[in-house]
């Protein structure tokens, strides 16, 4: 079993900055990717980044080159910097771990870019 804790979501103008975290509860060994996902209100969740064990990372197009994923394995935690952030990045931002084939998901955390 893993429990996910994130933090880091909030209220940030256009163009600002904002980094999110997660961290997984219990042993890291057998993790094998961490990620996020988000979820804007009236559309479904898309996957933003992950982090595939041995550190091969991924990205939606609308945030190559403006956020980037990362992970602590001391820590047993990811995370997710998020910068020159636009309105249309106003989402619920949730941690997602897949541990020996089973996925597990953080309990979502508030992005919201606006002036």
């Known amino acids: 079993q893993v429990q996910l804790v994130e933090s880091g979501g909030g209220l940030v103008q256009p163009g600002g900055s904002l980094r999110l975290s997660c961290a997984a509860s219990?042993?890291?060994?057998?993790?094998?990717?961490m990620g996020w996902y988000r979820q804007a209100p009236g559309k479904q969740r898309v996957l933003v980044a992950i982090?595939?064990?041995?550190?091969?990372?991924n990205y939606e197009d609308s945030v190559q080159g403006r956020f980037t994923i990362s992970r602590d394995y001391a820590k047993n935690t990811v995370y997710l910097q998020m910068n020159s952030l636009k309105p249309e990045d106003t989402a619920i931002y949730s941690c997602?771990?897949?541990?020996?084939?089973?996925?597990?998901w953080g309990q979502g955390a508030q992005v919201t870019v606006s002036s």
């Open positions: 997602y771990v897949l541990r020996m084939g089973k996925p597990y």
């Open positions: 219990g042993s890291g060994a057998s993790i094998d990717a």
């Open positions: 982090m595939i064990s041995g550190s091969a990372t």
